[in-house]
DNA sequence: ACAATAGTGTCTTTTAGACAATATAAA
DNA sequence: TTTATATTGTCTAAAAGACACTATTGT
């Protein structure tokens, strides 16, 4: 009296069960005149008609294969980059956050260097800006929860970054221990001794020296 | 020609897009005998019936109102326990994760005392064990993609303790610092210097001095 | 007294921080 | 030469590691 898996398989009914939306949101940082940004949306549909929100949108189950994908898709749609720097921050689900109906979002956060951004509006949305991170916030309320994802992901972004080289994803290479250095500050929103940060990068043989030499305004540095 | 958002809530038909299905599973750590161990159900039903699985299940979007809550829900049914150390992982979703459909899970990971632990079968499983853990891994094939996310879960939870208080969690209170030793020792799969150790708790401020002491084998520390 | 384990003293090494000093190129 | 910025030298302070030593209690 018992049914074996392949005959499960073929009856199975996958609409029998109510299920949640879900949704992929990236919150895309890049910089610009030395200041961090994220790139939003503005709405051009309901909910939150002309509302500004970060670039998402639903998992297409007949395209995507893994969420990943989802992501990647999104940020190549409005940027055209193919292979940024992604990574994912966790999800949020709950019945309150989309006025439509139970919705969970996975949220992913990308660092791209802002020359190699081509911005495309697409279908869906009216127009894309930049907003700068204040304190790890920005200053303009957005759609949903977007605002707190926003924040989330940049504290996560500044406890990873010390001891790593997320930072690299920001610059276009080859870039200058300067420069660098300038971009772990934007991050981080402190002071970091030039002497103490060149120790650190430099053991962790993680930089290569290129050897040339850049005339902005003094001496010039290794990458 | 353009309807209000109030309107556009009324006439939302939700079941006109497909989506994947979401479920949560629970990566549950306790310490038996001076093991880490991973509490598993055998599932009751297809796919992968008779399998071991992690604790999980879908998402009730008509009881749970947070994908947390859903967490908690299924730790509770299955451990008793109400209010643990609870942190979420991240979500994996793909079409190929579960042979029914396209499937997300979001992946939670709780730290019990193995003493508040009161197990309880409950519906749709035929039983629960637990599983002890080697190299971060469990040495049987589970269901799904089970045994990477524990892998993954193990591998964050490593990251995570040296400089945290998360395996106070484990134990049940009060405790001596040698037992707390030695559960930092599990996790990381390392010695610690047992001075080292002493300095870097009390100097955290976190521990609080029972004055109490224990007639295990000689002396006995403070909580 | 001895064995076993908890806990301390203290020396060495490593790493971070502060900050003065030097180097280079543009004006 | 002056100025601005990059880069290094070096002293100090804090933290981690090593490891021998002391303390307590059951046998």
């Not at 800006?129 to 996560?156: P, S, Y």
């Not at 981080?188 to 430099?202: A, G, Q």
Request: charged share 25%; net charge negative.
């Amino acid at each position: 009296m018992s049914i074996s898996e392949t005959e499960f398989l073929q009856s199975y009914e996958p609409n029998k069960f109510d299920r949640p939306n879900t949704t992929v949101d990236v919150v895309i940082y890049s910089v610009i005149d030395s200041q961090l940004h994220v790139l939003v949306m503005q709405r051009e549909n309901h909910p939150y008609k002309n509302a500004w929100a970060l670039v998402g949108g639903f998992v297409d189950i007949n395209h995507d294969e893994t969420l990943e994908q989802t992501a990647l898709r999104k940020l190549q749609e409005k940027t055209g980059v193919k292979s940024p720097y992604l990574e994912q921050y966790g999800s949020v689900g709950s019945n309150k956050r989309d006025p439509r109906y139970w919705s969970i979002s996975t949220v992913y956060f990308a660092l791209l260097p802002y020359e190699s951004i081509h911005l495309d509006i697409g279908e869906g949305v009216n127009d894309l800006k930049w907003l700068a991170l204040k304190n790890g916030v920005v200053k303009e309320t957005l759609a949903f929860d977007h605002n707190q994802l926003i924040k989330a992901c940049t504290e996560r972004l500044q406890s990873k970054v010390l001891y790593s080289s997320l930072p690299f994803y920001l610059l276009k290479q080859p870039f200058t221990l300067t420069e660098l250095r300038d971009v772990y500050q934007l991050i981080l929103e402190e002071e970091l001794e030039p002497k103490t940060f060149r120790r650190r990068m430099l053991g962790a043989e993680i930089l290569e020296e290129t050897g040339e030499t850049v005339q902005n305004h003094s001496k010039k540095p290794a990458m």
